[in-house]
């Protein structure tokens, strides 16, 4: 079975901290996905990698960084964390697309509280 | 840009009976995925069914199927014979055709209560 995870479920930190969200997956996926989940808002894309080392911005990216140093995880940073920065946070992986649509697995997800 | 519609904030069922949950979406691309991802209160979510736009045979898995309306840009999934395991939280979520990633866009999500 395919398996993303993540280091930490739950999550307490002070504002202007900063945070490290770690996800490892075992199945040599190129491509990586850090999403936040929100209620009302679904999920929405903050950054992914295609490659080692390569990152692109999703839809949502002010606050956050990444970092690819090896194929198998994909870390994502917030420098400074702030309150509205509480949320779900969901990695995923999935094999480079072909013609018949890779399926997107994900891991279980960090909840982030920032006080 | 590609959007993913979903009406429905929360549905109920009752248990063995049916229910759909709906989902429009908007591109103007004409090859590209759907999907609709199941996620129960454990939080993994889960691939439940999946449309390649070229095909007119609509998808099924078991007791779910999909009704897809390419004309109409509509995605609804219909869950037969429902069973408490099916609560959940049901998301809906594109990807282009091709392209170096995969990355899906969604909607925001429909809460499914079953009532036993």
């Known amino acids: 079975d395919v398996k993303v995870t993540q280091s930490s479920r739950y999550l307490v930190k002070r504002t202007g901290e900063k945070v490290f969200l770690e996800c490892v997956q075992d199945m040599d996926h190129e491509n990586m996905f850090w999403y936040r989940q929100d209620p009302g808002l679904g999920l929405r894309l903050i950054y992914f990698s295609y490659d080692v080392k390569m990152k692109e911005k999703g839809d949502i990216p002010e606050g956050y960084s990444v970092s690819r140093e090896k194929k198998e995880r994909f870390s994502l940073i917030l420098e400074s964390a702030s309150t509205n920065q509480t949320s779900m946070y969901l990695c995923?992986?999935?094999?480079?697309?072909?013609?018949?649509?890779?399926?997107?697995?994900f891991g279980e997800g960090s909840w982030l509280t920032v006080v | 840009a590609q959007t993913v519609t979903q009406s429905q904030p929360e549905m109920s069922v009752q248990e063995a009976e049916t229910v759909t949950l709906s989902c429009t979406y908007d591109t103007s691309e004409s090859d590209y995925y759907l999907f609709w991802y199941k996620q129960p209160p454990s939080r993994q979510m889960i691939l439940v069914i999946r449309q390649e736009a070229y095909k007119q045979q609509n998808a099924t898995e078991n007791r779910f199927s999909v009704n897809f309306q390419k004309a109409a840009k509509s995605f609804s999934l219909k869950i037969s014979d429902s069973q408490l395991g099916d609560a959940a939280m049901y998301f809906c979520a594109y990807r282009n055709y091709g392209g170096a990633t995969n990355k899906l866009i969604f909607g925001t999500g429909t809460l499914l209560a079953v009532q036993p």
């Open positions: 995923a992986s999935s094999f480079s697309p072909d013609s018949s649509g890779n399926t997107i697995y």
